[in-house]
């Protein structure tokens, strides 16, 4: 219901304008959509009166409003736009504490976590809002509402996080826990103002899914060999990169616990600290106070620490600090955004950093994605087409073995389940290092990698294909051609 109509009529009364006694034997009210039955219930228990309820077209009802406030506001004693924005706040609380409407959001919460969901997405379309979740890194929708719910289930959602119902103009950032039976889960969420109302994500943090070892995420044996190796160095920096969803936090909490013996020092600075590690010091950072990656990585230089990691490298203070950690006898661990392992030089460079600095402290760099598994309760033996084959420039021989899901109740008829990791793994060798310390871009320096042996993404994800963990699909998706 428009609310605003409903506010509008009780201030005139609370102002002394006109008071209930005044009004005609049976006022009338105009709605825009008028309410159900039980909200015409509490607007005659407020007002006292029986009232009459007359719909009105959305421009006639926004006209009378704009007009009345007009030839009133001389005698509302100085009333102005808050007061009516207070009001729809009042009634925007009530609204999202009504029953129905917290066992609809919680039922939308309930079905995206059964499907394992990692974000839930709130979207206003102008005659509907669009409720759609994130599986396996692909948009599913859950269900489409109503327009009219979408007030009362984003000041739901948004009472939820702690956040200002009142305010729609700005984003707001929050956070929300969550009770599922015995799963104890956090989201962060994060609003944006749109044309048809509030877009709100959830992002789910599972605390209980963490606990994954290095040899679980899928890493073939000649990645997953020579990075054990590497984080069990002394000192230097270790970067992961790839896009966002790509897994990298995971491989590296599961790469600190694999490190974490207790007998060194462990300390991180995330945005935020999304799961708790036994052991290990954690901190998050809160921009509105200075604690930047920057600020928190300066303290923790002073923590006596042997091992670091930084949830993310942004600017060169940060990544400064973290090179000459490195250099400085700490195991620096760190992600940056970039396409894959070699272009993690180059963005270091953009940033200003000096290519011997990068060259004297970077060990390895792992870049990483994360494909659909076949879903393997409906997995079917499928032939490659020719048009396919020349695709992934692989012969119809090698198409053998390859799977797709037929698709069925276990896996939601998407024919996934899961998802596995690619990974490519630059070690910075002596002739890397010539080649960074010469200026060498990353078309130069992925050259010399896999010239020493580098597997790139997109041969991690073949032989991933060639054994029917995947399928051409999602390569395509996922990877690029080399």
């Known amino acids: 219901m428009n609310a605003l109509n409903l506010h509008f009529f009780i201030d005139m009364s609370k102002k002394g304008m006109a008071p209930i006694e005044q009004f005609p034997a049976t006022p009338c009210l105009m709605f825009s959509k008028l309410p159900n039955f039980e909200e015409r219930a509490k607007i005659r228990f407020i007002l006292g009166a029986d009232i009459y309820f007359k719909r009105g077209e959305d421009e006639h009802v926004a006209r009378l409003i704009k007009h009345w406030r007009a030839k009133l506001s001389p005698e509302l004693n100085g009333a102005d736009q808050t007061d009516f924005e207070q009001l729809d706040n009042e009634y925007l609380k009530d609204l999202s504490s009504d029953a129905p409407v917290i066992r609809m959001v919680n039922h939308l919460m309930d079905r995206a976590l059964d499907l394992n969901a990692s974000d839930i997405h709130f979207e206003p379309e102008e005659k509907y809002l669009q409720v759609r979740c994130r599986v396996d890194g692909v948009m599913v929708k859950i269900e489409n509402l109503p327009a009219s719910v979408q007030p009362s289930v984003s000041s739901r959602v948004k009472l939820m996080a702690r956040l200002d119902i009142g305010e729609k103009r700005l984003p707001q950032d929050g956070r929300i826990q969550y009770q599922m039976g ?18 709100i994500v959830l992002r789910i943090l599972d605390r209980g899914d963490v606990h994954v070892s290095l040899e679980q995420l899928g890493m073939p044996f000649d990645v997953l060999k020579p990075y054990s190796q590497i984080i069990q160095q002394p000192h230097g ?11 990298k936090t995971t491989s590296l909490y599961s790469t600190l616990e694999k490190i974490n013996t207790g007998t060194q020092k462990t300390i991180t600075v995330e945005d935020p600290v999304e799961y708790l590690l036994e052991g290990i010091t954690q ?81 390895a760099v792992m870049a990483q994605r994360l494909v659909r598994k076949v879903c393997e309760n409906c997995a079917e033996s499928i032939q490659l087409s020719q048009e396919e084959s020349e695709l992934l420039e692989i012969t119809q021989e090698d198409s053998i073995k390859m799977r797709r899901g037929k698709g069925c109740e276990r896996c939601g008829n998407t024919g996934y389940r ?9 070690l910075i060798s002596d002739e890397i290092r010539h080649v960074i310390g010469g200026g060498g871009d990353a078309n130069l320096i992925r050259k010399q990698a896999i010239a020493e042996g580098l597997r790139t993404l997109r041969q991690d994800a073949l032989e991933k294909l060639y054994q029917g963990v995947t399928t051409p699909e999602e390569i395509v998706r996922v990877t690029r051609a080399t």
């Open 418 to 426: 899961g998802r596995v990791g690619l990974y490519e793994l630059l």
């Open 182 to 199: 015995n799963r104890s889960l956090d989201m962060r969420v994060s609003t944006l103002p749109g044309v048809h109302g509030e877009s």
């Open 237 to 247: 920096l270790v970067l992961v990169t790839g896009p966002t969803g790509s897994g």
């Open 283 to 363: 901190t998050h950072v809160n921009s509105k106070i200075g604690l930047d990656f920057a600020a928190g990585l300066r303290s923790i230089v002073r923590q006596d620490p042997d091992i670091i990691m930084v949830g993310e490298i942004r600017d060169h203070e940060t990544a400064e600090i973290a090179i000459e950690s490195a250099l400085t006898g700490h195991l620096v661990f760190s992600t940056l955004h970039t396409n894959d392992a070699a272009s993690a030089i180059t963005r270091l460079q953009d940033m200003g950093i000096d290519t011997y600095l990068i060259s004297s402290s970077v060990i």
